[in-house]
């Protein structure tokens, strides 16, 4: 698949640094520039509101005067003063986002610049961590991450998508060596987080043992007491046990969380708004999910994934791991994490048909003491939907160290009042909590 045509760039930067009013007023500018139809347009034609300040971003609303439409504004980088690029590859996350677009994923991309982008602004609501779980949606997002996971090319190794995981450290990326000429930090051979799920965690990880908190001893004492060897042993024997499933390599998404998934307006056009039909999957066919009960949760929308900035090409179990670990919503409740029913019903709607059967034969030649040939098909595809929770289960674990592991340096860098330190020993009390149980599960269907 080749990326769709590139839309109007300016090389132009939105700073921050003359205050919020001169910003916003570079926005508009920046629109009568980009944008067809706005340009005779004035400043006070032009109505502001911020959508969000996230972690690595700041998201505003610019509303033109009918019927031109209005734009979603995203400024990246040193907008809070913090160091992104140290965990993001926006040059990478372009070139994704543009190739997504292409084929009806994502906001549309309607205008380019040096640290950021305009995208079309879609009426959506975003689902809460609640709704994410709900029986409703369930079959609706397993069937849209299945479209997901199907699109051609987009699972194959691109240079123009990825940096490489070999980059020399001769080569480093201008945060990078901002940060190593500054004193203690990062250093700039780390791969980029778009290169794989495994290169990510464990460039953070080198990353993260070179950090220092000597401007706050609070955070120093705490960091003093993560013990970097255990971890990186452990999370070589994690990555050991994960190879075992054998999870197909797709194009992962690698941040599934409620925020990011949408549900879009019935009334909104256009080309990345008008998503294709999701692939048929085996539950969908048999439950009615088309025309039945849950079709109504989407009140006539279309589902939509959104915000593609660690996504990248990689076993498929880690996309769905880090999803379930998402049900625990933003108060990191992990008793909220799928029952094996749970799991089961989500992927009957991920299946395409004939795909569950398949896998049942596979399970009965895998096990063929419980699941020979005099075994009821219930059974074996009941062990086959198990196998695939053994595969979601043992990178649920890939997900809390990395999310873990990129915490360390968010908690160096990040301007946010958040304590990244406390929630990085959350996701690895978490890890530790569940390792025993989900690795008997591999060890029941992936056995070494």
């Not at 909104?268 to 439950?287: I, L």
Request: aromatic share 10%; glycine share 8%.
């Amino acid at each position: 698949m080749g990326p769709s045509t590139s839309p109007p760039e300016d090389p132009a930067e939105i700073s921050f640094a003359e205050g919020q009013q001169e910003a916003e007023r570079s926005i508009k500018k920046l629109c009568t520039r980009l944008l067809p139809g706005w340009s005779e347009l004035k400043e006070e034609d032009m109505q502001m509101s911020k959508i969000s300040g996230g972690i690595s971003n700041l998201l505003v609303k610019v509303e033109p005067p009918a019927p031109l439409q209005p734009v979603a504004v995203k400024v990246f980088g040193e907008v809070f003063g913090d160091k992104t690029e140290l965990l993001i590859d926006r040059e990478a996350e372009k070139h994704t986002l543009l190739r997504l677009n292409a084929v009806g994923f994502g906001a549309p991309v309607v205008g380019l610049f040096g640290n950021g982008r305009i995208e079309a602004f879609l009426p959506c609501k975003t689902l809460t961590p609640e709704e994410m779980a709900d029986p409703g949606f369930v079959p609706h997002i397993a069937a849209r991450l299945r479209a997901f996971h199907d699109l051609p090319g987009m699972d194959a190794a691109d240079a123009t998508t990825s940096a490489p995981a070999s980059a020399p450290a001769s080569a480093p990326t201008p945060a990078a060596a901002e940060a190593a000429a500054a004193g203690p930090g990062p250093q700039p051979h780390v791969p980029s987080p778009q290169s794989s799920q495994w290169d990510a965690i464990f460039g953070w990880l080198d990353m993260a043992e070179q950090l220092s908190f000597e401007h706050d001893p609070a955070k120093q004492a705490a960091f003093d007491k993560v013990d970097f060897k255990a971890m990186r042993a452990e999370l070589t024997l994690l990555r050991a046990l994960c190879g075992r499933v054998a999870s197909p390599r797709v194009f992962c998404h690698n941040d599934l969380l409620s925020g990011n998934i949408l549900v879009i307006a019935p009334s909104t056009t256009g080309p990345a708004a008008e998503a294709p039909e999701p692939s048929t999957s085996a539950g969908a066919a048999t439950s009615g999910v088309a025309g039945g009960a849950t079709a109504d949760v989407l009140g006539g929308g279309q589902l939509q994934f959104i915000d593609f900035e660690y996504s990248c090409a990689g076993p498929r179990g880690f996309d769905l791991g880090n999803h379930f670990n998402e049900y625990a919503g933003f108060d990191c409740d992990y008793t909220r994490f799928p029952t094996l029913e749970q799991q089961a019903a989500f992927f009957r709607h991920y299946l395409k048909p004939g795909e569950l059967q398949a896998l049942a034969a596979a399970a009965r030649a895998r096990r063929p003491a419980e699941l020979g040939g005099a075994a009821p098909q219930a059974a074996a595809e009941a062990a086959a939907l198990e196998g695939l929770a053994a595969e979601a289960c043992i990178y649920a674990l890939a997900s809390h160290a990395y999310w873990g592991v990129w915490s360390f340096i968010q908690a160096r860098y990040s301007p946010i009042d958040f304590d990244y330190l406390d929630y990085s020993a959350l996701r690895w009390a978490e890890y530790h909590r569940r390792r025993a149980e989900f690795v008997a599960l591999v060890d029941k269907h992936y056995p070494a």
